[in-house]
Nanobody
């Protein structure tokens, strides 16, 4: 079993920045493709960003790729999501996700096996 815990969420003004952290524990092998998703009330969970297990390749939702950056450090079992120039529409519960294995990156919920509890990001105007 792999446990994922997110942190770093909070309240920020529009135009500000936040960095979310995801720490993996349990039976982790530092070889999991990772992703970030978010869900706002009344909306479906949506893809935000993904990274391959080595941290070499990344991909983003088209609307976010100029503002968000995903990164990882396998020696620390950590993944981050740097969010810049935040907008009120970015307000959501942000989830970290891990796929058991794989050589690429993955952009849909069904490709992931483990999920964190989420961390709330609220952007005020």
């Amino acid at each position: 079993q792999v446990q994922l815990v997110e942190s770093g969420g909070g309240l920020v003004q529009a135009g500000g920045s936040l960095r979310l952290s995801c720490t993996a524990s349990g039976r982790t092998f530092s070889s999991h493709p990772m992703g970030w998703f978010r869900q706002a009330p009344g909306k479906e969970r949506e893809f935000v960003a993904a990274i391959d297990w080595r941290g070499t390749y990344t991909t983003y939702a088209d609307s976010l790729k100029d503002r968000f950056t995903i990164s990882r450090d396998n020696s620390q079992n950590m993944v981050w999501l740097q969010m810049n120039r935040l907008r009120p529409e970015d307000t959501a519960l942000y989830y970290c996700a891990a796929r058991q294995s794989g050589g690429g990156y993955y952009t849909t919920e069904s490709n992931y096996d483990y999920w964190g509890q989420g961390t709330q990001v609220t952007v005020s105007s």
